[in-house]
């Protein structure tokens, strides 16, 4: 939801789940990896979004080395990471990462209704956060 949040440039909700996350004991460490993660994934939603709708092949063979070591270098739990990936991803509506968390998800060992559950919350929180930020208009 945090990340769903700052995405959508909510600045209540991001304060409210910031305070949330601390007080389930997150630390602020873990609060920033969550957001650094998601800022990633927006970064290669789009390159990958591009790719995958101009149908060229030119792009093919370009690295993922900055993706790879943010989403593998941090203290949250891979599970966490994928949740968080999926959730952006699909907001993002790039399809060739989304798909790609999903695959990666349930190896990790993530179910069906884990993942269904991952993007109801991502979506009644987006739906939420444009909610709120169109009624401080």
């Known amino acids: 939801a945090l990340v769903v949040a700052c995405h ?3 600045p209540a909700w991001v304060q409210f789940f910031q305070t949330r996350a601390v007080a ?13 993660v ?5 970064c290669y ?14 792009f093919e ?15 949250l739990d891979q599970k966490l990471v994928e949740l968080i990936n999926i959730a952006v991803s699909d907001i993002n509506a790039c ?7 999903v695959d990666k998800s ?11 559950e991952c993007i109801q919350c991502a979506s009644t929180m987006y739906a939420g956060c444009q909610f709120l930020n169109a009624a401080e208009c």
């Open 61 to 75: 063979g370009m690295g993922v080395g900055l993706r790879a070591h943010t989403f593998t270098s941090v203290s």
């Open 8 to 10: 959508s440039k909510c």
């Open 95 to 101: 399809k060739p990462c989304t798909s790609g968390h």
């Open 38 to 42: 998601a800022a990633t994934n927006y």
């Open 106 to 116: 349930r190896a990790l060992g993530l179910s069906d209704d884990q993942i269904l």
């Open 24 to 36: 389930l004991g997150w630390s602020q460490t873990e609060v920033a990896e969550s957001m650094a």
């Open 45 to 58: 939603n789009t390159f990958f979004k591009f790719r995958d709708l101009s149908g060229s092949g030119l």
